[in-house]
Structure formats: structure tokens, C-alpha cells
């Protein structure tokens, strides 16, 4: 399988926050929120993958600021990393203030993903290659995350999870 580059998974869909998208406050709903970004990772990750996915887990995603009854929200995500069936995305929201012309980041979050056949059954996916110094971060930390996901759901012992603790023994 060829490698494929976090470029050629990007994905971004603009918003426009209407009154059956707030709360009582003119809010975007948090649920409506997660609905956007769900989204817009897994095109993501079917593009990287180029197969049916499932969403497997959804991972700190961050609420930083409140986005207003006629905000303009765009959300933008990339596979971070690979494994053998699922895949990592990031996920980003931002907020644009249209009459200032500034846009600010609202929510983050990392989604993983799992590439299914026709049948539902997990299916091999391309590795990631990455390219920029960011997506280099981000593809390093992804096992971190990825540990620390198996050991929270009980599908690993802790001792299996050797990048995860290098990284806290190192005082991180």
C-alpha cells in the first residue's frame, strides 16, 4: 500500500451558527458542535484510507470559547497517523468574526477512526508520511495518545504501553 501525506486527507466545511443550532444562551450546542466535527474527520479519514470508517473514540475534545447565534464556525481536520486499521484525526474549530476580520480557534479534539470492508470487519489502512514540522509533532505524540486510549479502555496493561511511559518518565 502506498504511504499518503496528511495533506491528502484535509478536509474544512464552513458553518453558519442558525437559531436550531443554539442553546437557550445563543450558543452553538456542544452536541451540534461534535456533530460537525464528526463530520469532517471521517472525510478525512476516508480519504486517507479510501474505505467505509467507523468513529471509535473521540479524544480531549476542548470547548475554549462560546460560539455565538450567527458565528461562522470552520472546521478543518487531517490524519494525524496510522496503525493497521484505525487511523488518528485532528480536528480543529474556528471561529471567524466576520466584522473584525480574526479568526480564533474554539475547539480541538483527536477522533480515531477504524477503516471497515463491506462486511464491518477492520481492513488494513496506508501509513501516514509526514511532511511539516506540525505534522511531524503531531505523528510522534499520536502513539502516545494511542496508548493511553488502549490503557484507559483496558485493552492494554501498562507495562505494554513503553512509549506512553517514556514520556511520563522523562518528567512530561
Known sequence: ?????????FVSSTEFVLPNDTNTLNNLMGGRMMHFMDIVAAIAAQRHSHRIVV???VDNLKFTKPIRL?????ISAKVTRSFNSSMEVHVRAEIEDHTRGIKET????????????QNGRPIDVPEIEPETDEEW???HTALRRRQLRLLLAGR???EDASDLLSYLDAGN
Open 156 to 158: 492494554i496493561k501498562p
Open 106 to 117: 474554539s475547539n480541538e479534539a483527536f477522533f480515531t477512526f477504524v477503516a471497515v470492508d
Open 137 to 139: 509533532n503531531l505523528y
Open 70 to 74: 450567527g458565528s461562522i464556525v470552520t
Open 55 to 57: 468513529t471509535a473514540s
Open 1 to 9: 500500500m502506498k504511504k499518503r501525506h496528511p495533506k491528502d486527507s
